[in-house]
């Protein structure tokens, strides 16, 4: 298992997508932070959406766009395994090991270290930001590094289980756009709506898990108002979100192990 | 690719053989498989001696890759069983150092380079990367080995495919195909590789549709059409099976006097007809029975050949035989499974 892991995280490295994701993710954690943080705005009349800069709260809101790592992680986790059969390469994977079940397990595993690496890419390029902004004469040390640690652990636990839910798609809908479609459709999508018509069902569907799993420090520290965070009443626990997650992934990839994995490579 | 590589400096210090410390086998028993209502191979039972080249033919969709796909674990049988050293492809302890596969439909990551496409079969099997070098060395690509394989032409991925299937020095070897999209000179290298890795007591089961090319590489065949076995054994043994395969061309500026004296002399030893103005095609006999029988006659002769088609005859004749019936056409089939060892153990004495 050692050695298919080994293999795993070769692919991972020597394909440019993987290198792409890791830039997007600190593209965009970066910009959007900038974004939301500068946002021109009256924060008399909007406070709730848009704190006073420097604030715990301001940082909070900065700090949230760390979540997109989280929708990178699943991209990297749907690569994993479609993208073996999009090349065709899933033939001499499966000539190396050809026990099917051992190979899924290894993508699962090398899946949630991707999101590892996605999620310390984003965590890492929020902290150059943070750092930067109280350089920059905005708020001071501590209480952004306060808010970091609040939020950081949630979105990297997140990105984790994301990579893993990634790969069980992946695993059971073998076509790539299709699996992308679906993971991110859901999220995008699908979510909004069953959250607001059954909203006891939406609360437990991979959206709303992982943010149930990211205000985790956010929801027990919160001291009233601003940030992404500030309502996190309707959410599951932090623990039931990620057991959740984990479920979705594993369910899905050993659905998919038995299903499509199963199926004749020809 | 130079014909002239000396191979054994490319073969591991590993000795040729299996784990239980028997000769290399390949064998397939009433393999049979479904693919919804069609039936793409059919009760296929037969086995590759190891030191030869055993050439698997059959016309497109006769069931080769689907056979060979099947022995590699990569499409489940719906019934029977492909064995490699006697337990199926997925039981293999150590797969990419037992059997290498030379695929048609396998691919590669256009964005990876195809030293790092090497080196992430090569971390499986626990394979020393520099090992990745030596293979695409071997192959003919070590200038190449740095470069995405987006970029290469159909018989570079062709000689990576190979370099793939020899990364773990296997004992058995299988082909699909595998002089697609080489040139001449690859042909000619892979051929001589081909009888090296044979010689050296190991199975090589390569699939084929070039029939000329085949003929010269196999020592034994397996031909197969519309999934069913058509005939298995020896090639001079098949060929000898049946008469009509064996011809004899001669060129002669007296070929119309050819056809009437070989017809007036020998009329039961087949037909002998005009192919040009001045080319003779006399099927079921040899030069050495016409010969003196165009010098009695005072016949100039140009040129004269056996031909070269006798395997694709012999193939013709089995294939659409299966094409039309689902049954070999003609006797000699019947007579060539009792000669041959299709259904009989191999022959002590190896008499090919």
Redesign the interface.
């Given at each position: 298992m050692i050695?298919?892991l080994?293999?795993e995280a070769?692919?991972f490295r020597?394909?440019?997508?993987t290198w792409a994701i890791l830039i997007i993710t600190m593209v965009l954690t970066g910009g959007l932070g900038v974004l939301v943080g500068f946002a021109p705005h009256r924060h008399d009349v909007e406070a709730l959406l848009f704190p006073a800069r420097g604030t715990s709260s301001w940082f909070d809101l900065v700090f949230s766009t760390m979540t997109v790592s989280v929708d990178l992680a699943l991209v990297l986790g749907v690569i994993c395994v479609t993208?073996e059969y999009r090349?065709?390469?899933?033939?001499?994977t499966?000539?190396?090991?050809?026990?099917r079940g051992r190979m899924v397990a290894a993508k699962l595993l090398s899946s949630a270290g991707g999101g590892v690496v996605v999620g310390v890419a984003g965590g890492l390029t929020g902290l150059v930001l943070g750092i930067g902004l109280v350089a920059g004469g905005f708020g001071d040390t501590g209480r952004m590094l306060t808010e970091y640690r609040h939020v950081f652990p949630g979105v990297l636990a997140a990105c984790v289980l994301y990579g893993i839910y990634g790969l069980g798609l992946g695993a059971l809908l073998k076509n790539q756009v299709v699996a992308l479609v679906v993971g991110l459709g859901v999220i995008a999508v699908v979510e909004p709506i069953v959250e607001g018509v059954v909203p006891s069902v939406g609360r437990w569907l991979p959206g709303q898990a992982a943010e149930a799993l990211e205000s985790v420090a956010v929801s027990a520290s919160r001291r009233g108002g601003g940030g992404i965070f500030s309502s996190t009443a309707h959410l599951i626990t932090w623990w039931e979100g990620a057991l959740v997650l984990l479920a979705y992934g594993v369910v899905l990839a050993v659905a998919g192990t038995f299903t499509t994995l199963?199926a004749?490579?020809? | 690719m130079t014909t002239g590589t000396n191979f054994s400096d490319f073969a591991g210090e590993r000795r040729r053989t299996s784990a239980v410390g028997t000769a290399p086998s390949v064998e397939v028993r009433g393999l049979t498989k479904h693919f919804g209502s069609v039936v793409a191979v059919d009760d296929l039972t037969f086995s590759v001696e190891p030191g030869m080249v055993t050439g698997f033919l059959g016309p497109n969709g006769a069931g080769k890759?689907?056979t060979l796909?099947m022995l590699?674990?990569?499409?489940?049988p719906t019934s029977g069983r492909a064995l490699v050293n006697g337990v199926a492809?997925?039981d293999?302890p150590d797969?990419?150092r037992t059997?290498g596969?030379v695929?048609e439909?396998?691919?590669?990551?256009?964005?990876?380079?195809a030293r790092?496409h090497l080196?992430?079969?090569a971390?499986?099997?626990?394979i020393d990367f520099t090992r990745v070098d030596e293979v695409l060395e071997l192959v003919g690509l070590g200038a190449d080995a740095g470069r995405t394989v987006g970029k290469f032409s159909l018989g570079m991925r062709q000689r990576l495919e190979l370099a793939?299937a020899l990364l773990g020095d296997p004992e058995v070897l299988v082909l699909d195909e595998p002089a697609n999209g080489l040139d001449p000179q690859g042909i000619a290298w892979i051929r001589g590789f081909l009888r090296w890795f044979a010689s050296s007591g190991r199975v090589v089961l390569v699939s084929s549709h070039l029939l000329a090319e085949a003929a010269q590489t196999v020592d034994d065949v397996v031909i197969l059409a519309n999934g069913h076995l058509m005939g298995h054994g020896p090639l001079q043994q098949l060929l000898q099976g049946t008469t009509a395969t064996v011809a004899v061309r001669v060129r002669t500026p007296d070929a119309q006097r050819l056809v009437s004296v070989l017809q007036a002399t020998r009329p039961e030893a087949g037909r002998a007809r005009l192919e040009g103005p001045d080319t003779v095609v006399a099927e079921g006999t040899t030069p050495e029975e016409i010969g003196p029988i165009m010098a009695e006659n005072r016949i100039v002769v140009y040129e004269m050949t056996s031909t070269g088609e006798s395997l694709e005859q012999l193939f013709f004749q089995m294939t659409e035989g299966g094409q039309m019936g689902g049954h070999p056409i003609g006797q000699p089939w019947g007579s060539v499974g009792a000669q041959g060892y299709a259904s009989a153990p191999p022959p002590e004495e190896g008499s090919s």
């Open positions: 050695r298919l080994r293999a070769l692919k020597t394909i440019w997508s993208g090349h065709k390469t899933v033939t001499p499966l000539l190396c090991e050809p026990k199963r004749d490579v020809t | 890759t689907t796909r590699l674990g990569l499409v489940s492809y997925r293999l797969p990419t059997v596969a695929l439909a396998s691919g590669f990551h256009p964005a990876r380079t790092n080196r992430t079969i971390a499986v099997a626990g793939r």
